[in-house]
């Protein structure tokens, strides 16, 4: 099946310092990716949908100039979150679909952040 | 905008016996997909309904899709300590045409007592 790589899966970094977070699809190009936030024992929040060759759409209550995105190739999206704080420690999420309606979501590992 | 509301949000049962987890829509889906997120992983795919009052299996699992197309389950029979993990329910976004963004539901976390 598709696979999406997501890298790294655990960062801790100092408050006000960026961290970027790497999300590639392995064997199939994806025009769209998804970038989840996830709080423990919570569900998936959609943060913003990453576009191939165009700016992201964000979901209402997401900084945009917060959470950077990126999506410069049929393989990669980059998040990179700016000027950390420790509110933004949480498990982060990428996911891809294969073209086409009804496809199932392949998800990468997440990422683990903790800002100190 | 869209809700998909699942219940309960934890269930914690004995090795051996049965799991359900429900899963409601405010909005008629046109397909809904279940996914598995085993402690500290990534979600993973379980499968996809389409037809109004479908109903799928997979091993000791079983998936149904209401007739309305906005509720579903998933029901585990004679659970075992593998099947831990949260249990998501996932629906098309209706206010996007192409279908691509989705919708989880709360999540239905389960943990089995050996």
């Known amino acids: 099946g598709a696979v999406v790589s997501q890298h790294p899966s655990r960062v801790i970094c100092k408050s006000g310092t960026s961290v970027k977070i790497e999300c590639r699809s392995l064997d199939f190009q994806a025009t769209t990716m998804f970038w989840y936030r996830q709080f423990p024992k919570q569900s998936l929040m959609l943060m913003a949908t990453s576009n191939e060759g165009s700016k992201a759409t964000y979901e209402q209550g997401v900084e945009k100039d917060k959470f950077l995105i990126n999506h410069a190739s049929l393989t990669l999206s980059t998040l990179t979150v700016t000027s950390a704080h420790p509110e933004d420690s949480s498990f982060y999420i990428c996911s891809a679909r294969l073209q086409g309606v009804g496809t199932e979501a392949f998800f990468g590992q997440g990422t683990r952040l903790t800002v100190v | 905008g869209q809700q998909v509301m699942q219940i309960p949000q934890y269930q914690h049962v004995q090795e051996g016996e049965d799991f359900t987890t429900y899963c409601n829509s405010s909005t008629t889906l046109s397909n809904i997909q279940w996914y598995k997120q085993r402690p500290g992983g990534h979600p993973v795919f379980l499968i996809q309904l389409v037809k109004s009052g479908e109903v799928k299996k997979q091993k000791r699992l079983t998936f149904q899709f209401g007739e309305a197309k906005k509720n579903s389950s998933l029901h585990i029979t004679a659970t075992q300590t593998t099947d831990v993990g949260t249990y998501f329910c996932?629906?098309?976004?209706?206010?996007?045409?192409?279908?691509?963004?989705?919708?989880f539901g709360e999540g239905t976390q389960l943990t089995v007592n050996p």
């Open positions: 996932a629906g098309p976004n209706p206010e996007e045409t192409s279908g691509s963004r989705l919708t």
